[in-house]
């Protein structure tokens, strides 16, 4: 799909991700185009799977979730029954907000969300460590902040 995506098109996702309550008017003024084709694109684009869905981004600190975790997880086996029970079982955990399979010798890596160290604790104990295909868990304490974007880098594809 990439390689059908104009720079036009490009151009509107850069927008659209940066600030997606921009209206189609808004949008087209910024590529420099009319605000009927300019909404025909955005239309077709949103057609074609590009967006997946439109959301607000919370500020994690003001509602108190100030601590973030990566645990790297290794399970008992890596069958796939285990895999699966693992991955479904993660799904359902809102404090996990990134799970990945890994190669290396971390067969997943979790990025986690919670208020405290406490809750931290409290979630690996009461939920994580209750799954029985859980070997090891490493947790990596992020101290700094020092980018997080949810912007993909559309601007090297143009």
Same mark, same amino acid.
């Given at each position: 799909m990439s390689t059908e995506l104009s720079k036009q098109d490009l151009s #509107? *996702?850069?927008i *659209?991700? +940066?600030?997606a309550s921009k209206t189609s008017s808004d949008v087209a003024d910024m590529v420099g185009m009319s605000q009927s084709p300019c909404w025909r694109r955005i239309n077709r684009i949103e057609q074609n799977g590009l967006i997946r869905k439109k959301v607000a981004l919370l500020d994690r600190h003001v509602l108190g979730m100030d601590l973030v975790v990566f645990a790297t997880i290794n399970l008992t086996a890596s069958g796939r029954q285990n895999l699966q029970e693992f991955e479904l079982s993660v799904e359902n955990f809102d404090e996990v907000v990134e799970c990945y399979?890994? +190669?290396?010798i971390w067969d997943y890596m979790l990025? #986690? #969300?919670v208020k405290d160290i406490r809750n931290y604790e409290s979630?690996?104990?009461d939920r994580l460590l209750c799954l029985p295909m859980i070997r090891e868990i490493h947790s990596h304490i992020a101290v700094t902040e020092i980018k997080n974007s949810t912007e993909l880098p559309l601007k090297t594809q143009l």
């Open positions: #509107i *996702l850069a *659209l991700q +940066t600030d399979t890994m +190669t290396g990025k #986690i #969300i979630f690996v104990r």
